[in-house]
Every structure is written in structure tokens, then in C-alpha cells.
């Protein structure tokens, strides 16, 4: 991979890396990543954001590729609030005896075991960075279906082990990734309200955590009321209920969505988990989770 294209891969830092990648660890993110990009595509896509149709898209229970095999309907989404759910699998220890600068809270399937581990060896090994306490986390679902007790109980031994992962008890599909977004918010609200920032990242992302810490301690970065990311305007709603995309008018009547911040990752200080919990009150959820964030930000008028 050559210095140019790794650096614009990179998360947020879209110019040469420093980082050094040793030939293990990038044996082991070829392994998980290779079998999600088109093999055509060859080695320089490797650390790419993933196109579209072949994502893994961190909750996704279905292949990828597929969209949601009906529209949404009201039902399935007028339970976002996310207080509505109760965690099976906590981790309410894990800013009590710490305080951290950063927590990322990766979205992942339940039964998308490879995709943790390929994170936990690689830019999720590290605990302290630059100096500064970073958490990274699982926030899963619960699964239906042929197998669901098995692959419960696996979580439950993984969690044994690695202790780093969350489950609550919504369903874990690709439409109800709002859902997951906001309790991901919740959880930082509520069990972990003493970090400075937190990220949520997609399982099919890799992060430069060096770059990432070095950013968030610049004395210009704000301290309350900042979400960054790559900044999506003006972007419309899409009507075509043959799309992945589809938003129908009684979710949102809105003809574009407001700015907001791409989905694959987005760092927030950590005063606005408790803000867009609260102000989703208001919102009527729909099923474009990073576009609902920036619905938060707007109604919050930040």
C-alpha cells in the first residue's frame, strides 16, 4: 500500500500517515477486510472506506449488500427512545475507577465475531494512547432465529474474556441502526459521563487512534457541544422504495436532511449523549441513523 493512498484511508486525516503498520497486523486486517471489498478492486482499497453495497454497515444481520427486504413501517421506529430498552450485557465499571479522554463505541452484529477480534488486534488494543485513557467498546443487539441461543451464549463467554462488549435487548438489524445509535448515547450518558469525547465507529473503518488523540488534545478543539466528522449538506431524502436509502414522507417530510455527519464515524464531546437523548423526545425517529444525529444537532440549534 503505498504512503499516499494509507494516508488518505485513514480516518479524518486525509493526508500522509506516520503510522507504521507491521506485516502482522496487516495480515490480519487483509484477512477480515478482503473477503468485504471487490477482489478487482486489488490491494490499495484495503483500508478504504467500503463502497456502499459491499459495507458490513456494523449491525447489519443480513448480507450487506441486500437492502431491507420491505419498507419501514411506523411501528418499527417509534420506539427509538432509548430508554425504552434495558441492557442484557453492561459494562458500568468501565469509567468508575478511570477517566477517560475518549471512549468508541463500535456498532457490530452479535454474531460478527471476526470483525471484533479484527479490531481488538489492532487499533482497539491500545488502553492508553498519547498519554490519555481510551475505551473501546461493542455495542450489540440481540439476534432471532435458527441459533439465537448459541450465539447468545458465545457472546456471553466473549464478554468473559474480553470484557469490552454491550448488548441491549433491541433488535439488531440494519434498519433499526437508529435505534442502536441512541443507545449507544444513552450508554455514554448514563455509565459513562465523566469522559471527554466520545466516537461512534464502524466495524468496517480503521482508525488512526494516534491522530485521532492528538487532534482531541489541540487546545482549539472544544470542550462541550462539538460533533465532527465528515460533514454531509444538503443531502436529499430518498423516495425510491427500491433503495437501501428509502425514507418514507411519514418518518420524514423534510426534502433534504439537515447537515450532519457521515455514519461511518463521528467524535462528539460527551455532553451531547445526554442532549440527544433528551431532544429525541421531540424527534420522530427514522431509519438513516447519522442523518437523525444531525436532526438532534439541529433541534438542539448547535
Known sequence: ??????????????????????????????????????RSSGARDLFAPLRSADRLNGSSTAPPSEPPTAPP???????????????????????????????????????????RQAIRQTWGNQSVVQGEEVHTLFMLGITEGDGAEQVQEEIKQENLKYGDLIQ????????????????????????????????????????????????????DIPKENYLTGMLMFDRPVVRSKDSKWYVPEELLSDSTYPPYTLGMGYIFSNDLPGKFVEISKSIKPFNIEDAYVGMCMKRLGL
Not at 442484557?88 to 452479535?110: E, G
Open 168 to 219: 441491549s435487548n433491541f433488535l439488531d438489524s440494519y434498519i433499526n441502526l437508529t435505534i442502536k445509535t441512541m443507545v449507544i448515547m444513552d450508554w455514554l450518558a448514563t455509565r459513562c459521563p465523566t469522559a471527554a469525547y466520545g466516537m461512534k465507529v464502524d466495524s468496517d473503518m480503521f482508525l488512526n487512534i494516534d491522530n485521532l488523540v492528538l487532534m482531541l488534545k489541540r487546545p
Open 1 to 38: 500500500i503505498s504512503r499516499r493512498r494509507l494516508g488518505q484511508c485513514l480516518f479524518f486525516m486525509l493526508v500522509k500517515s506516520d503510522l507504521v503498520l507491521f506485516q502482522d497486523k496487516l495480515f490480519l486486517l487483509q484477512k477480515h477486510y478482503q473477503r468485504l471489498v471487490n
Open 73 to 115: 413501517n411506523g411501528t418499527e421506529y417509534h420506539l427509538a427512545y432509548p430508554r425504552n430498552y434495558r441492557f442484557i450485557i453492561d459494562n458500568t465499571d468501565a469509567c468508575k475507577s478511570r477517566t477517560p479522554l475518549l471512549v468508541l463505541l463500535v456498532p457490530v452484529a452479535p454474531h460478527n465475531l471476526e470483525a
